[in-house]
């Protein structure tokens, strides 16, 4: 006898996009909803904490209503900006098996009014909640892209506020082998970009700037963003190098090129995260490396992946890029995971900014 497909509502509202996704048993995306507010927080630079959890308020359960295709709210605003895959047809709150909701990391304002959300909704309907963590959510979202990818295998996070290096032992445990000791990849992208005046979010505008430049400045004489011979990252002397280099060029009255500064500033960022990657998988004896979060987006740090993987033998796993970035059908891939586990919360889970 065929077992019942399992349905689950996914939210996410970690920090500037509003999500809400329907996900069939971990893998199929029946839909995903995402509300950016990136046009919002552009002309302030970067995202605004009280901005943000203020619009995921009027937001959320309107996002929620367009994944699951109810009125759930009636006489709310429309969402802006609002993205659909495969949008769902004829699934009701009832067709739910479970709710999964990020509640770490993130903004704490942010996540609350998803948590609170979530918790609402699955004391309506009576369904179980699922506590997801937006960066093992990540990882799943490769669950989503690639149906033959099982663990175990060497996955790199890596996004605006996480830069680490984990052990993925099965579908809901995870080892930690490496973290960011300051700066995340993706912020120091961000500040990078707004040294050289490109618009919020910098990592997309450095790609973009990057493609016309060379790598030809020696960012090495200064820092290393390795973190130490282990596993660890550091970018913020990186990123103090780059600024640095600007600042003394305008001091000099002398003219730089940003193209070539992007291209150099990017050579110099995503090496350590290949090479200590590719290294991960080679010490642990893995043939598969998933790589995911924001910034693995990017078009050279998948060009150097595919590089590396290829010669070593290993199979590379990134999801496409609209999976790159926040959503909640990586959290409603995980909270299946987690169902199947029995790792479920109660009606007393709150929001926390950081994993510890």
């Known amino acids: 006898m065929k077992q019942k497909v399992k349905l689950i509502l996914g939210i996410e509202t970690s920090c500037d996009e509003t999500s809400a996704a329907v996900v069939a048993d971990g893998r199929e995306i029946l839909s995903n909803v995402v509300s950016s507010q990136i046009e919002i927080h552009r002309r302030f630079g970067g995202v605004v904490p009280e901005i943000a959890s203020r619009n995921h308020t009027s937001a959320v359960m309107n996002i929620v209503g367009e994944a699951l295709k109810i009125p759930l709210l009636s006489g709310g605003r429309e969402a802006d900006g609002v ?29 609350l009014v998803g948590v ?22 990540h990882i799943a979202a490769n669950y989503l892209a690639h149906k033959d990818l099982q663990p175990p ?18 579908y809901t445990q995870y080892t930690t082998i490496g973290s960011a000791l300051d700066d995340a990849c993706g912020e120091a992208f961000d500040k990078v970009a707004r040294v050289l005046g490109l618009q919020y979010p910098g990592g997309p505008e450095i790609d973009r700037l990057a493609k016309t430049g060379k790598p030809v400045i020696d960012f090495y004489k200064t820092t290393q963003p390795h973190g130490g011979s282990g596993y660890d990252f550091s970018y913020s002397g990186l990123k103090t190098a780059v600024v640095n280099y600007i ?34 998988a080679l010490e642990y004896g893995l043939k598969k490396i998933a790589v995911c979060g924001g910034v693995s987006a990017n078009s050279l740090l998948r060009e150097r992946f595919l590089q590396a993987c290829a010669k070593n033998n290993i199979k590379l796993y990134i999801p496409p890029p609209e999976l790159c970035t926040d959503n909640a059908a990586m959290v409603a891939s995980l909270g299946y995971y987690m169902l199947e586990a029995g790792e479920v919360a109660g009606l ?7 994993e510890r």
């Open 247 to 280: 600042n003394s060029k305008k001091m000099k009255n002398e003219e730089f090129s940003a193209a070539d500064i992007a291209a150099s500033f990017s050579e110099h960022a995503i090496k350590p995260l290949v090479d200590k990657t590719v290294r991960a």
């Open 348 to 354: 007393d889970l709150n929001a926390k900014a950081s």
């Open 116 to 137: 609170s959300a979530a918790k609402a909704l699955a004391y309506a309907a009576n369904k179980p909640l699922i506590a997801v963590s937006h960066t093992k959510a």
């Open 153 to 170: 295998f060497i996955c790199l996070v890596v996004s605006g506020g996480h830069t680490s290096i984990l052990l993925a032992e099965s």
């Open 83 to 111: 993205e659909k895959i495969s949008p769902s047809g004829g699934v009701v709150l009832s067709d739910i098996d479970a709710i999964a909701v990020t509640c770490a990391p993130g903004l704490i304002g942010a996540l």
